[in-house]
T-cell receptor, first 114, second 113 residues
Framework: GNSVTQMEGPVTLSEEAFLTINCTYTATGYPSLFWYVQYPGEGLQLLLKATKADDKGSNKGFEATYRKETTSFHLEKGSVQVSDSAVYFC?????????????FGQGTELSVKP | DAGITQSPRHKVTETGTPVTLRCHQTENHRYMYWYRQDPGHGLRLIHYSYGVKDTDKGEVSDGYSVSRSKTEDFLLTLESATSSQTSVYFCATGTALGGTEAFFGQGTRLTVV
């Protein structure tokens, strides 16, 4: 079945450092891909998404490109801030397989130090 | 925000007791979901609903049941709580099944002692 694998955390960076969180997926169809963010004590919020190969999703300085050839959707940000400290989840949804339900990776905790 | 309210936000219960968690939405979204979040597992789908009285199982449905008698409410019941059901539970809603985003509530932290 479909699945998502993320790099393990926690990831600790200094403010203004470059961020990459790796995400790879396994899917039999053509899924949509998502990054969600969870701030402490809150629910998940959509950060960005991409619905087809080579699409780039972007929001709040974060970017991710849907790479079908490498089955990847890595999250990047050029200069992180303390306020970016959160848990980041990669997810996929394929409406033609597994009922289109969102399937999540295990999450990567990011801690940004001043 | 999609106007999703979960209640209670925190609960401690004893092993063997039934527990019901409530999710209420004000967005008239057709689809509703219950997930549990555990360290190292991300979010796993328990049950979901694709309309009033229409529900289906997710990947970790054993020991849980759901009901949806109105568009806005989706109840999750632990029939006889066990310590393995200690978790954070999230409700989510969506406008379509697949390919679109889901909107999440703030979660319910359940502890079974």
């Amino acid at each position: 079945g479909n699945s998502v694998t993320q790099m393990e955390g926690p990831v600790t960076l200094s403010e203004e450092a470059f961020l990459t969180i790796n995400c790879t997926y396994t899917a039999t169809g053509y899924p949509s891909l998502f990054w969600y963010v969870q701030y402490p004590g809150e629910g998940l919020q959509l950060l960005l998404k991409a619905t087809k190969a080579d699409d780039k999703g972007s929001n709040k300085g974060f970017e991710a490109t849907y790479r079908k050839e490498t089955t990847s959707f890595h999250l990047e940000k050029g200069s992180v801030q303390v306020s970016d400290s959160a848990v980041y989840f990669c997810a996929l949804s394929d409406k033609y397989n597994q009922g289109g339900k969102l399937i999540f990776g295990q999450g990567t905790e990011l801690s940004v130090k001043p | 925000d999609a106007g999703i309210t979960q209640s209670p936000r925190h609960k401690v219960t004893e092993t063997g007791t039934p527990v019901t968690l409530r999710c209420h939405q004000t967005e008239n979204h057709r689809y509703m979901y219950w997930y549990r979040q555990d360290p190292g597992h991300g979010l796993r789908l328990i049950h979901y609903s694709y309309g009033v009285k229409d529900t289906d199982k997710g990947e970790v449905s054993d020991g849980y049941s759901v009901s949806r008698s109105k568009t806005e409410d989706f109840l999750l019941t632990l029939e006889s709580a066990t310590s393995s059901q200690t978790s954070v539970y999230f409700c989510a809603t969506g406008t379509a099944l697949g390919g679109t985003e889901a909107f999440f509530g703030q979660g319910t932290r359940l502890t079974v002692v």
